[in-house]
């Protein structure tokens, strides 16, 4: 009925992630004498990841083949509003106990393990659905 994305969809939801990751990881390294250059890589590491949660949840309630899409989005929706309630408090309570230094380490640490695992995931879900396509085709 509706147009399932295709996993090519994911797999560039997947390099906006690491566009993403790399901006924010490049923001470390930037002298704070170039504030041109850290807001530069502020918008590009905004503008990744907002696009990404909106994508999330359009086509997310599509992919999950729902009768209400409107609910399951803004379920999702309300779950990235809280994920970033509490990140936002944890980052907080480490940059207070540890410093901003190893506050934005732990956070590129855990979106990296993050995205390491749906990666994973992911590339299964592939290899299992081309498996399926094969013994169709038998």
């Known amino acids: 009925r509706y147009n399932v994305p295709s996993n090519h969809f994911f797999i560039r939801q997947l390099i906006a992630i690491c566009v993403g990751l790399v901006a924010g990881i490049i923001i470390l390294f930037i002298p704070t004498s170039s504030p041109i250059a850290i807001l530069i890589f502020f918008i590009l590491t905004c503008m990744v990841l907002s696009g990404i949660i909106n994508l999330a ?15 399951v989005g ?8 809280i994920g970033s309630a509490i990140s936002s408090y944890g980052m907080a309570s480490i940059a207070t106990s540890y410093g901003w230094d190893k506050a934005i380490f732990a956070v590129i ?3 990296f393990i993050v995205f390491l695992v749906v990666a994973i995931i ?6 299992l659905s081309k498996k399926e396509l094969l013994l169709k085709k038998k």
Do not use: D, E, W
């Open 122 to 127: 992911k590339i299964i879900q592939i290899r």
């Open 109 to 111: 640490a855990i979106l």
């Open 57 to 71: 949840t359009s086509v997310m309630p599509i992919t999950l083949k729902v009768k209400n899409y409107g609910l």
């Open 74 to 81: 803004a379920l999702v929706n309300g779950s990235c509003f």
